[in-house]
């Protein structure tokens, strides 16, 4: 069975969709140590897969210097991952 975790980098958008709760401006970005300490208590969870999903508001407005590192970290420290972004758009 597939372990799904969801990651919001940020609750930073810039739609403005009526229907939407994130779309906060100028919203903090997550701490790259937030990854971290996830993929530590992901640890019992080796033998499963993991399905990340990066959510947000607009999770790519996290910017590149996040997703350069959490990405290898997630790679490297999980066997088997699965990652997915949920964009605007």
Not at 3 to 23: A, N
Not at 49 to 74: C, M, N, Q, R
Request: with cysteine.
């Amino acid at each position: 069975m597939t372990f799904h975790i969801m990651i919001i980098p940020t609750l930073s958008c810039p739609s403005k969709c009526s229907y939407c709760w994130g779309s906060e401006e100028n919203a903090e970005i997550m701490k790259i140590d937030v990854v971290k300490n996830t993929l530590k208590w992901l640890e019992n969870f080796r033998d499963e897969p993991v399905h990340f999903t990066f959510h947000g508001g607009e999770p790519l407005l996290a910017g590149y210097e996040f997703y350069k590192e959490s990405l290898p970290l997630i790679k490297n420290n999980i066997g088997c991952a699965i990652i997915n972004f949920s964009v605007d758009g």
